[in-house]
């Protein structure tokens, strides 16, 4: 019998209208355009604005052209997926709120919060679905309103993140396409240098915790980026040699935008050159779950039925790990 693999079928972003720019954050924040774009390779990113607009405003609008672009029946769907770490409530699920939002009612859906690597956390959970046989029809969404919990005082995060989401649809195939590999990996003794102090059952919320300002994501920079470029690289470079390939084997370099060095340095470590390398940081920033399914969605028509990705990411927690996609379909 032949194996069965998960095949991404679809791929869709969305991001919101309000444009973050570097010249606007100036007038915010001690920085300038020439420091953030130096840094990071930053320009702009977007902002979704708002009462009452959460995260799963943008899954669900993202989750909703897909199916129309794939034409697939909401009733089709049979599980969704949801990575973020932004969900609208601490419960329910984001994912809960979106298949509602779409019309999926025959799927059973929850979240994965993975940080920056929950895309491809999230990925790797759909297609062991999709693998075992008892789902057809799976989608894989990464969303965050990271806007919610930034501190547009802090230099060292509002300059980096923007909101945005992105959804894949996975659907079996017995042919040499889709999932091919992964491997994840994760240290809890990273949390003190990327967390979220407050809001959670060891500090819930209160007056005090509002006043010390402790609900909004904190980061020591220096320390973050050293384990990123460190653990980025050289699992990118091991889902390589796990599969024999080569540098000349890889299409496309899909990671995680969280810094340009960064992405530069795992580039670097595969042996791949520019040309290879997905990248649309300068236009929306780090958008955390939301930044592999927009740069899928962003350089769609550019792919090709066979091409080999290496989707790599790091995060808070710490998260991170590398995935193996051959690419299932060629785009009209």
């Not at 297609?127 to 989608?139: C, D, L, P």
Request: hydrophobic content about 40%; glycine content about 8%.
């Amino acid at each position: 019998m032949a194996k069965i693999r998960a095949a991404i079928t679809g791929v869709q972003g969305y991001v919101p209208d309000y444009v973050l720019t570097n010249a606007e954050l100036e007038t915010m924040v001690e920085t300038s355009d020439e420091w953030i774009t130096s840094r990071t390779g930053i320009k702009e990113r977007r902002i979704l604005k708002g009462e009452g607009q959460g995260t799963s405003v943008m899954a669900s609008e993202a989750a909703r052209k897909l199916l129309e672009k794939t034409n697939t029946n909401p009733e089709d769907i049979e599980l969704i997926v949801c990575a973020t770490v932004t969900p609208d409530m601490v419960f329910p699920a984001t994912a809960n709120l979106v298949s509602d939002s779409i019309g999926a009612t025959n799927a059973f859906s929850f979240d994965v919060s993975a940080a920056c690597s929950g895309f491809i956390y999230a990925l790797t959970v759909g297609a062991k679905f999709i693998e075992s046989g008892t789902h057809k029809k799976v989608m894989v969404i990464g969303a965050d309103k990271m806007s919610s919990i930034i501190d547009y005082t802090d230099r060292t995060t509002c300059i980096i993140f923007g909101d945005g989401a992105g959804a894949v649809l996975l659907e079996p195939t017995t042919e040499e396409v889709g999932i091919m590999d992964a491997i994840h990996k994760a240290d809890g003794s990273g949390a003190e240098f990327l967390k979220m102090k407050a809001g959670g059952s060891r500090y819930p919320a209160s007056i005090e915790t509002v006043q010390a300002r402790e609900h909004f994501a904190r980061q020591d920079g220096a320390t973050v980026f050293k384990f990123a470029v460190t653990n980025m690289a050289d699992y990118a470079a091991k889902i390589m040699e796990r599969n024999d390939l080569k540098s000349e084997d890889i299409s496309w370099l899909v990671a995680h935008q969280a810094n340009k060095r960064i992405i530069d340095a795992t580039a670097n470590r595969m042996g791949i050159n520019d040309d290879k390398v997905m990248m649309n940081i300068e236009r929306y920033g780090n958008t955390t779950a939301a930044t592999i399914p927009l740069l899928l969605w962003d350089y769609e028509k550019q792919l090709h039925k066979g091409d080999n990705l290496i989707l790599a990411a790091f995060g808070g927690g710490f998260t991170w790990g590398a995935m193996y996609v051959k690419w299932a379909y060629d785009s009209e």
